[in-house]
């Protein structure tokens, strides 16, 4: 992907090239994430060009199954994905690529095995939605590591740390984790949320004056139903049903492995058909509240898109998913070990109460409007970049240092 607007005007005189999981023009690398983001620096910088790192070859895929299957015959896990060789075999390209389209420095999102093997001399701005010790324990594949395993992931993180101008991340948790684990420089990590993935975001009247009241409608978004709190969820429901509650439950993106004649499950939606897309938007406008007490999350754009729906969110307190809802305003959190009754009972407390509902349905959008969106993600990280490469918005430069 290389997206140029260098004869616009406005625009800042930088060449940015992108390293990620995937193509960043795929909606489908890492949750659009990527894709949000890049669109977001094509607007205010000159170019935006994917610099795609080396395919991991037949042989070393296959040697990774042997490898993840032996730990598994032991009962433990390994990632051998981490693997020094091969990483510095895939950066390779990476440093073909930069030899061919220059570049004035190097945003990284979510690659921090890349950074930490490059051998390149342009600054690289490091981005994370969390550390390897933020996933450590609290995601399954990151459970039970061998030991060689958790030290490479630990070093990876601590290099591309130690090897950037400078880290972002969407919440003050995972920024905390690479200052107090890795020893990063609170000067230069900051913490910038992350907007809603949308390609067109509804506008404040369709969020809140078109919200229905007629029955209580959960949604539930996810592909990891026991991660994303789906037990939790499906009890709580029937639990407002039994109180006398007209709820129903929409799950989209996995099958629960339940039934209820008032749940909905919609395994998979591919929102680049246009009619599942528009399903999808339909969900969110018909919905009451977005029902998601994830277990672990590093952050949640899902949260995002509520926001920006005038969607209340119902959430547990786990790591960044925090930061992404604003308790008391555009939604609840709740401990982690708050119980299935005690989501019912914060459930049922908000929706009986109309002017309570109508708060948090403001306050959800206002959210939206004033933080999780991708302008004020694009405009928010464009000062942090400039700053660090010592660019004035005029595109006079002084002095970079890698």
């Known amino acids: 992907m290389s997206t140029s607007a260098g ?14 999981a995937g193509p960043p023009d795929d909606v489908r690398t890492w949750s659009g994430i990527p894709f949000s983001m890049t669109r977001a620096l094509a607007r205010r910088f000159e170019s935006v060009t994917y610099l795609p790192a080396g395919s991991v070859s037949p042989t070393r895929a296959r040697l990774q199954r042997t490898q993840r299957g032996a730990a598994r015959l032991i ?3 390994s990632l051998p994905q981490q693997s020094s060789r091969e990483l510095v075999r895939r950066c390779r390209q990476i440093s073909r690529n930069l030899d061919s389209t220059p570049v004035d420095a190097i945003i990284a999102i979510t690659v921090d095995q890349f950074v930490a093997f490059l051998e390149t001399d342009i600054p690289i701005i490091h981005h994370s939605d969390t550390t390897f010790d933020g996933l450590e324990d609290s995601y399954e594949q990151y459970t039970n590591l061998l030991p060689w ?8 993180a601590r290099r591309a740390i130690a090897r950037s101008v400078m880290s972002t991340y ?3 948790w995972a920024a905390k984790s690479a200052i107090e684990m890795y020893g990063a420089d609170p000067d230069t990590t900051h913490v910038v949320p992350y907007g809603a993935n949308l390609d067109r975001p509804p506008s404040h009247e369709e969020a809140v004056e078109s919200r229905s009241r007629d029955k209580c409608r959960l949604l539930f978004i996810g592909r990891d139903w026991v991660r994303k709190g789906g037990p939790i969820v499906f009890d709580a429901f029937r639990e407002l049903r039994r109180r006398g509650i007209d709820a129903e439950l929409t799950v989209v993106g996995t099958d629960p492995g339940v039934s209820h004649e008032r749940l909905e499950v919609i395994p998979f939606l591919n929102k680049q058909i246009p009619e599942q897309l528009e399903r999808y938007r339909e969900l969110w406008r018909s919905s009451a509240f977005l029902f998601m007490p994830s277990r672990a999350e590093t952050f949640g754009a899902i949260y995002c898109e509520a926001a920006a729906y005038g969607l209340p969110a119902i959430a547990a307190d786990a790591n960044g998913a925090g930061e992404a809802i604003d308790d008391g305003t555009s939604g609840r959190l709740l401990p982690l070990d708050a119980t299935a009754n005690d989501y019912s009972d914060v459930l049922e407390s ?12 403001n306050g959800a959008r206002r959210r939206f409007e004033t933080d999780l969106n991708w302008e004020v993600w694009g405009d928010r990280t464009t000062r942090l970049i400039t700053a660090a490469l010592g660019v004035d918005v005029d595109g006079s430069r002084e002095a970079i240092s890698p």
Not at 149 to 156: A, F, P
């Open 170 to 172: 969407p919440s003050q």
């Open 350 to 361: 908000i929706w009986s109460d109309r002017d309570l509902y109508a708060a948090y349905v």
């Open 75 to 77: 009962g433990r896990r």
């Open 7 to 20: 004869d616009q005007d406005g625009l800042i005189p930088l060449r940015l090239g992108v390293l990620a």
């Open 149 to 156: 395993s958790r030290r490479q992931g630990h070093d990876i």
